[in-house]
Nanobody
Framework: QVQLVESGGGSVQAGGSLRLSCIAS????????IGWFRQNPGKELECVAA????????????YYADSVKGRFTISRDNARNTVTLEMNSLKPEDTAVYYC????????????????????WGQGTQVTVSS
């Protein structure tokens, strides 16, 4: 059974930092691209960062939404089946539920950042940024 489990969400003040983790099980992790998406009630899912699949230990092409470039960093550790999203200089508009999603053999932004192409989803973790 495939599982994606997010952790690391919480409440911070504007300008603060959080680190989200997505730990996967039940799949060949290196063969999956991983995207981080966020959603607020009544709004569409938005991909904020994604990293392509890679058989090499901690590599993969990375992609970012313009709204988070320079503030968020995505990385993967295939040995630990983990993708991490480092979020710095957080803003109130970053408040959302954050989800990680796995896309089999995905390496291009067009696929990784499209929620319709994801094969598996985590349950989400809440991030709240206060002004």
């Amino acid at each position: 059974q495939v599982q994606l489990v997010e952790s690391g969400g919480g409440s911070v003040q504007a300008g603060g930092s959080l680190r989200l983790s997505c730990i996967a099980s039940g799949l060949t992790f290196s063969r999956y691209g991983i995207g981080w998406f966020r959603q607020n009630p009544g709004k569409e899912l938005e991909c904020v960062a994604a990293i392509s699949w890679s058989v090499r230990l901690n590599e993969g092409r990375t992609y970012y939404a313009d709204s988070v470039k320079g503030r968020f960093t995505i990385s993967r550790d295939n040995a630990r089946n983990t993708v991490t999203l480092e979020m710095n200089s957080l803003k109130p508009e970053d408040t959302a539920v954050y989800y990680c999603a796995a896309h089999f053999s995905a390496s291009q932004a067009m696929t990784l950042m499209d929620p319709r192409s994801a094969n598996y989803w985590g349950q989400g973790t809440q991030v709240t940024v206060s002004s």
